[in-house]
């Protein structure tokens, strides 16, 4: 069963009516008029007053633009860096891509790697910005390193198979000399 919604009210007329979506469309308020099979926006009605309006222009003042300008200052000074320093073109790449969430993403050998080379282009940390990437790097360090060190700590805990695990018992010298006599033997193969 169909509800019909405007049952027992009289029906406005077309004028009166408030154009849907496809009316606007068809007038060209969001299309546009073929003009010498060129298209062209219609020069009245909404588009028209969204087009002229200029919006305020608001400079990118973000961190993740004011580190990747330092990186691209530093590699800007020598021809070759890019080819060169792979490792700091990805992290420049990355941080216009992706902002700060590229220092969480990037694997830590490649943030290690960048680091590194950071450090040896650059002498004089003075300039802001410099400092904060360096400071931003060494913070993604620290958190890539936390994370690995509780991955390790699982794998160091004893699963108490003895064929794994090494065992240590106090031995007279006489045991030491003769296992360490053995032990000479099978590297030598004597």
């Known amino acids: 069963m169909s ?3 405007n049952k027992g009210r009289p029906a406005r007329p077309a004028k009166d009516r408030h154009p849907g979506w496809f009316d606007r469309l068809k007038q060209g308020w969001l299309g546009l008029l073929h003009k010498g099979g060129e298209a062209a926006p219609r020069a009245d009605g909404p588009t ?3 087009a002229g309006a200029k919006r305020p222009s608001v400079p990118d ?3 993740a633009v004011l580190l990747k ?3 691209k200052a530093v590699l800007d000074r020598h021809a070759s860096s890019r080819a060169v320093l792979v ?3 990805v992290l420049e790449t990355a941080l216009g891509r992706h902002g700060l969430r590229a ?6 050998d490649v943030l290690r790697r960048a680091m590194s ?3 040896t282009l650059v002498s004089d940390w003075s300039q802001g910005n410099l400092a904060a990437l360096r400071a931003r790097l060494t913070e993604s360090l620290i958190k890539h390193g936390r994370a690995n060190d509780r991955r390790r700590t699982a794998d160091r805990l004893s699963d108490f198979r003895d064929s794994r695990q090494l065992q240590v018992k106090d031995v007279s010298e006489s045991t030491f000399t003769e296992a360490n006599a053995r032990w000479q033997r099978s590297l030598t193969g004597q």
């Open 87 to 89: 490792h700091l073109t």
């Open 103 to 108: 220092l969480d993403e990037l694997p830590p």
């Open 61 to 63: 003042t973000s961190e």
């Open 69 to 71: 300008a330092a990186l």
């Open 3 to 5: 509800r019909d919604s």
């Open 48 to 50: 028209e007053q969204v």
């Open 117 to 119: 080379q950071l450090e």
